[in-house]
């Protein structure tokens, strides 16, 4: 599930979220970066004003927007979700912010060529990543970089499959897979980064708010949606805090002559 959720619910899980991020570095994500982190991406990236950036699997847009808010991007945020995106577009309406939206299930990406791609926290759900990818490179020109966060490990055995709540959308990758898959797309890493340890401490953290606020909720669909949350997180905890998953922040870029699609 999204944590966008339906309101009143989604706003519940919006305040369970922020309470668990240490002060000023909740901006609404709904995964473990902090504020400070996307900060640094955007710094690796070489997002400043006026960069074309589109957002994949945004969301309700809390990173992206403070990508808007801080750097002026140009800035198309995509997601499958049509309330994420309505939110999303709430969000930038109040905060006065210019940000374009669209609700669109990736591959294949919005038209057109961007000097930034941006994929924040959801690598994980694609299993084919290769048709990610492919597209991520082709949306990219000469120089321009891709900058995201991928949950790097070997794939989940069946015993971990059953224990992982939606676990239809775990596909680890490692970091060996992952690096042929970018080089054969002409996509050199430039800049990467190991963020396991203080993800798991936010995995750990949100763990704890979700189940302050499963205690509140009386049973019924709602109940069921945050004792996943409980649980998926306490496990994230506890493969992030045993290394049985890393996660990592990688910038890459496009090498001019990649041949990817003749761009
Ligand atoms: C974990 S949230 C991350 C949101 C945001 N990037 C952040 O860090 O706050 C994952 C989002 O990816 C979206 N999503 C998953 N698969 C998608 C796909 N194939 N195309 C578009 N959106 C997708 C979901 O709807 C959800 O909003």
């Known amino acids: 599930m999204t944590t966008a959720g339906t309101a009143p619910l989604g706003e519940a899980l919006r305040e369970a979220r922020r309470v668990a991020f240490p002060p000023g570095e909740f901006v609404g994500q709904e995964s473990f970066v902090t504020a400070r982190q996307i900060r640094t991406l955007a710094h690796h990236g070489g997002i400043v004003a006026g960069t074309r950036v589109v957002d994949l699997c945004c969301g309700v847009a809390g990173p992206g927007l403070l990508l808007v808010g801080d750097y002026e991007c140009q800035y198309l945020g995509v997601d499958a979700d049509a309330d994420s995106i309505a939110l999303a577009r709430e969000g930038a309406a109040s905060a006065g912010l210019r940000a374009d939206f669209e609700v669109a299930r990736v591959p294949p990406l919005p038209a057109g060529r961007f000097d930034v791609v941006v994929?924040?926290?959801?690598?994980?759900?694609?299993?084919?990543?290769?048709?990610?990818?492919?597209?991520i490179a082709s949306a990219l020109h000469g120089g321009g970089r891709f900058v995201f966060t991928v949950e790097e490990g070997p794939p989940l055995n069946g015993l971990e499959r059953e224990r992982m709540p939606a676990s239809e959308t775990v596909w680890p990758v490692t970091l060996h897979d992952l690096g042929s898959a970018l080089e054969e797309l002409g996509l050199r890493t430039v800049w990467t980064e190991d963020w396991t340890r203080s993800h798991a401490d936010t995995a750990r953290?949100?763990?704890?708010?979700?189940?302050?606020?499963?205690?509140?909720?009386?049973?019924?669909?709602?109940?069921?949606?945050?004792?996943?949350?409980v649980d998926s997180h306490r496990l994230w905890a506890e493969w992030l805090g045993a290394g049985r998953m890393r996660k990592f922040a990688v910038v890459a870029e496009r090498l001019a002559a990649s041949g990817v699609d003749g761009g």
């Open 205 to 229: 953290a949100l763990a704890a708010s979700y189940a302050t606020l499963l205690a509140t909720v009386p049973p019924g669909p709602d109940r069921d949606a945050v004792a996943g949350l």
């Open 119 to 135: 994929l924040l926290e959801t690598m994980l759900a694609f299993r084919a990543k290769d048709v990610l990818l492919q597209a």
